[in-house]
């Protein structure tokens, strides 16, 4: 397997550093507000790619920390007239649920900034002894100046640097670039008591002492958004590597971006949507579907039409796999010669679709060859295949579907499952003895409920379709 590692700005074939097992950290979301759809593509690529990576027989431990703690916290704290931590676990628990709509697994673990304060203040003095941290007024800074390999992630030189996103400018640090570890408290702000005084963490110390703490110092992979390359992930590169003098991770993987139609998304720009409002309109089946169908590397355009287009596209999955559910309902017996003879051009699609996924996480062409699994299936099972046939194509189909985790099974209720057969029954009734109104009214009232129904020749077939 080969993945496209940001550090060397290559593909490079993955070797774990434990055979079989695979430590990951991706960075997770500040929670002060729902989290928008440009978040939600990290999330769900690289729960896309741990999925692949279990499917291929890995044990992989998934690290995606909260960050509970930060000035926007703080600052939607004191203008809904709670506590930060208040504010955090509101957005926490609206994080799940978003989460839980786009088909998102729990992480192995979520850590949280708030229940590792001791293990940072500990990281901090680590490093100050070590000469790569130094106290200013209550503030500790990282010297970037001290860890000479600053800057290899971004591939920036440090005396050309600007002033990033999130970096404190203060005229009396030893370099503009230095960055918080530790931040003096201010009046009305949440804090903690440390050898420097009360306060509490920078941004970026975070995530290098909770993956410290639950994956060890060196891991296999960090993963997250193309706009933490820099400052975040330098920063974490500089702070874990002069701390512990061992490499920090051995391959970065980065998502490209969201635009919102063909444009940067911006609140200014009016273009900002969140996932919760998204979902108003569209299934977390559908967002899903529509992201992964683009390689993670590669910007990706947002609009209405292209998800419409997305949704059609999963739709015609979906009804694949009900086809080949109504005929297995209805099939018998085992393969015959001819279907035998079918076996190892159905099982290509398995072999193809794990190459294209072995080249980089490659789910766009991993879905197209799920598409063309499905008209295989569509050209070569019949009203007359055996049951044999049948469920060898939907297993495969569930297979790699499921690898993806979209085209999930309908969940409909099974008290609802019984009402819809029972009138489907009285309609097939009611058309035996040529009562053709009450058929129709039949039909109506199915077609309220959000079923759609089609008469063939092995009996009437039925679908949710809202």
Same mark, same amino acid.
């Given at each position: 397997?080969?993945?496209?590692?940001?550090?060397?700005?290559?593909?490079?074939?993955?070797?774990?550093?434990?055979?079989?097992?695979?430590?990951?950290y991706?960075?997770?979301?500040?929670?002060?507000?729902f *989290?928008h759809?440009?978040?939600?593509?990290p +999330?769900m690529?690289?729960?896309?790619?741990?999925?692949y990576?279990?499917?291929?027989?890995?044990?992989?431990?998934?690290?995606?920390?909260?960050?509970?703690?930060d000035?926007?916290?703080? $600052?939607?704290?004191?203008?809904?007239?709670?506590?930060?931590?208040?504010?955090?676990?509101?957005?926490?628990?609206?994080?799940?649920?978003?989460?839980?709509?786009l088909?998102?697994?729990?992480?192995?673990?979520?850590?949280?900034v708030?229940?590792?304060?001791?293990?940072?203040i500990? *990281?901090?003095?680590?490093?100050i002894?070590?000469?790569?941290?130094?106290?200013l007024?209550?503030?500790v800074?990282?010297?970037?100046?001290?860890?000479k390999?600053?800057?290899?992630?971004?591939?920036?030189?440090?005396?050309e640097?600007?002033? %990033?996103?999130?970096?404190?400018?203060?005229d009396?640090?030893?370099?503009?670039?230095d960055?918080?570890l530790?931040?003096a $408290?201010?009046?009305?702000?949440?804090g903690?008591?440390?050898?420097?005084?009360?306060g509490?963490? %920078?941004?970026?110390?975070?995530c290098s002492?909770?993956s410290?703490?639950?994956?060890?110092?060196?891991?296999?992979?960090?993963?997250?958004?193309?706009?933490l390359? *820099?400052p975040?992930?330098?920063n974490?590169?500089?702070q874990s590597?002069?701390?512990?003098?061992k490499? +920090?991770a051995?391959?970065?993987?980065?998502?490209?971006?969201?635009? #919102?139609?063909?444009?940067k998304m911006?609140k200014?720009?009016?273009?900002?949507?969140?996932?919760r409002?998204?979902?108003s309109?569209f299934?977390?089946?559908v967002?899903?579907?529509f992201?992964l169908?683009?390689?993670?590397?590669?910007?990706?355009?947002f609009?209405k039409?292209?998800?419409?287009q997305?949704?059609?596209?999963?739709?015609?999955?979906?009804?694949?796999?009900?086809?080949?559910v109504?005929t297995?309902?209805?099939a018998?017996?085992?393969?015959?010669?001819?279907?035998?003879e079918?076996?190892s051009?159905?099982?290509?699609?398995?072999?193809? +679709?794990?190459?294209?996924?072995?080249d980089?996480?490659?789910?766009?062409?991993a879905i197209?060859?799920?598409?063309?699994l499905?008209? *295989?299936?569509?050209?070569?099972?019949?009203?007359?295949?055996?049951?044999?046939?049948?469920e060898?194509?939907?297993?495969?189909f569930?297979?790699?579907?499921? #690898?993806?985790?979209i085209?999930?099974?309908?969940?409909?209720?099974?008290?609802?499952?019984?009402?819809?057969e $029972?009138?489907?029954?009285?309609?097939?009734?009611?058309?035996?003895?040529?009562? +053709?109104?009450l058929a129709d009214?039949?039909?109506d009232?199915? $077609?309220s409920?959000?079923?759609?129904i089609?008469?063939t020749?092995?009996?009437?077939?039925?679908?949710?379709?809202?």
């Amino acid at each position: 397997m080969k993945i496209y590692n940001t550090l060397t700005r290559q593909k490079e074939t993955f070797i774990p550093l434990e055979e079989n097992k695979i430590k990951m950290y991706v960075c997770g979301p500040t929670v002060y507000n729902f *989290f928008h759809i440009g978040n939600a593509r990290p +999330f769900m690529i690289f729960d896309a790619f741990r999925n692949y990576m279990e499917y291929r027989g890995y044990e992989v431990t998934y690290v995606q920390n909260f960050t509970d703690v930060d000035d926007k916290i703080i $600052k939607r704290a004191n203008e809904e007239g709670i506590s930060p931590i208040e504010v955090a676990e509101k957005y926490i628990a609206e994080y799940f649920k978003d989460a839980d709509a786009l088909g998102i697994k729990r992480a192995t673990v979520h850590p949280r900034v708030t229940e590792n304060i001791e293990n940072i203040i500990t *990281f901090i003095e680590d490093l100050i002894s070590k000469g790569f941290a130094y106290e200013l007024n209550g503030d500790v800074y990282f010297n970037s100046q001290a860890y000479k390999e600053y800057g290899k992630l971004s591939k920036q030189n440090l005396e050309e640097l600007n002033l %990033g996103a999130r970096i404190d400018v203060n005229d009396e640090k030893k370099h503009p670039i230095d960055f918080a570890l530790w931040k003096a $408290k201010k009046e009305g702000e949440i804090g903690w008591q440390s050898p420097w005084g009360e306060g509490r963490p %920078g941004w970026h110390i975070e995530c290098s002492v909770m993956s410290a703490r639950y994956l060890g110092d060196t891991i296999d992979i960090h993963a997250g958004g193309q706009d933490l390359i *820099f400052p975040h992930h330098e920063n974490e590169i500089a702070q874990s590597e002069a701390r512990s003098g061992k490499q +920090f991770a051995r391959y970065w993987m980065h998502n490209g971006y969201i635009n #919102v139609d063909n444009q940067k998304m911006s609140k200014s720009l009016g273009n900002f949507f969140t996932v919760r409002d998204i979902l108003s309109e569209f299934s977390g089946q559908v967002i899903r579907f529509f992201l992964l169908s683009a390689h993670y590397r590669n910007p990706v355009n947002f609009s209405k039409e292209l998800i419409l287009q997305a949704k059609a596209g999963m739709e015609r999955l979906a009804n694949s796999k009900e086809r080949l559910v109504f005929t297995i309902s209805h099939a018998k017996g085992q393969m015959n010669e001819s279907e035998l003879e079918l076996v190892s051009a159905l099982e290509n699609h398995r072999d193809r +679709f794990i190459e294209a996924m072995d080249d980089d996480i490659n789910t766009a062409d991993a879905i197209s060859i799920i598409f063309e699994l499905a008209r *295989f299936s569509n050209t070569n099972v019949t009203e007359n295949s055996s049951l044999e046939w049948a469920e060898k194509n939907l297993s495969l189909f569930n297979e790699l579907t499921g #690898v993806l985790n979209i085209i999930k099974a309908e969940d409909t209720d099974s008290n609802d499952n019984e009402q819809i057969e $029972k009138l489907i029954k009285d309609r097939v009734e009611a058309k035996k003895n040529k009562d +053709f109104a009450l058929a129709d009214a039949i039909r109506d009232e199915l $077609k309220s409920m959000g079923i759609e129904i089609e008469d063939t020749r092995q009996g009437t077939k039925w679908k949710k379709v809202n």
